[in-house]
């Protein structure tokens, strides 16, 4: 990718999955990569992986919902590498998603919806104000933020997942308008279904797996090191006139109607409408919206 040897990244959440494979890349880009994550650990233990190919990397805690650790982990990349080029808010709140998928909407307590905002939401919008002065002064930066396919359509749970979710691509979508012109680009990237794992039936068993399998319109789902090199292509001068938008890294998932039961594999020979809902079987006739 053009324009990323010598930037240095933040990549917060970075100390596994999609923000690992993400640190990874990012180096073998020629990024400085800060590795900022509250597992500091597993932090470090990406840096130094890093470090060991021959990268340059430095690992950081912070607590997306603590604003005091926030600033001190900008400062501290500030001060390591001179300054900062690239945000990629990667981190999510998994400690939340059980109790969010399993207890319905009219039980759910209000508290665990502050509590996923703080993190997925509140988080975002604080690492952005504390590296914003950084980007205005040098008059550029990258900012990509990660939503989810859940904050697009309706879900029948995740309820408070799926809403600090849609807020993500709102706030992208603001900071790109107020400091486009100050050379600041903000985009959001939406993932789908991603395997961290050899297999789709071991990543997603069961019918869940088998919906996927039958509606992505891709032969297999994304793995981390494409959503990686999606995030590594937005931060890079190569996506330079992409800013306020959306990208999504879902397989096409959301690119086809519902009405359909699977997307088949040879279109040719078996054509995918279902016979069901064509014309001859509606004999008062049909409309289309």
Known sequence: ??????????????????????????????CKVVVADFAADKAEAVAEKIRSQGGQAVSRFVDLGDEKT??????????????????????YAPQYMVEDSTIPFTKLDPELFMNVYRINFVGYMLTIKHVLPYFLK??????????????TYGNPCRTAYSASKAAIISL????????????????TLVLGHITHSSSL?????????ESIQCNILTPAPAGEK??????AFLASDDSAHITADIIKVDDGLKGHTPLLPAINTNPED????????????????WTEA
């Open 1 to 30: 990718m053009r324009g990323l040897k010598d930037k240095v990244v933040i990549v917060v959440g970075g100390a596994g999955g999609n923000a690992s494979a993400t640190c990874y890349r990012m180096a073998e880009e020629g």
């Open 172 to 187: 992208a979508s603001n900071i790109a308008v107020a400091y486009g012109k100050m050379g600041v680009r903000c985009n």
């Open 138 to 151: 040098q008059q550029r930066g990258v900012i990509v933020n990660t939503s989810s396919t859940d904050g």
């Open 270 to 285: 078996n054509w995918a409408y279902p016979k069901s809902v064509l014309p001859e079987h509606y004999p008062d006739g």
């Open 226 to 231: 494409d959503v990686a090199a999606a995030f």
């Open 70 to 91: 926030v600033e001190e982990m900008v400062r501290f990349a500030a001060e390591t590498y001179g300054t900062i080029d690239i945000l990629l808010n990667i981190a």
């Open 201 to 209: 039936d071991m990543e997603y068993p069961g019918v869940l797996g």
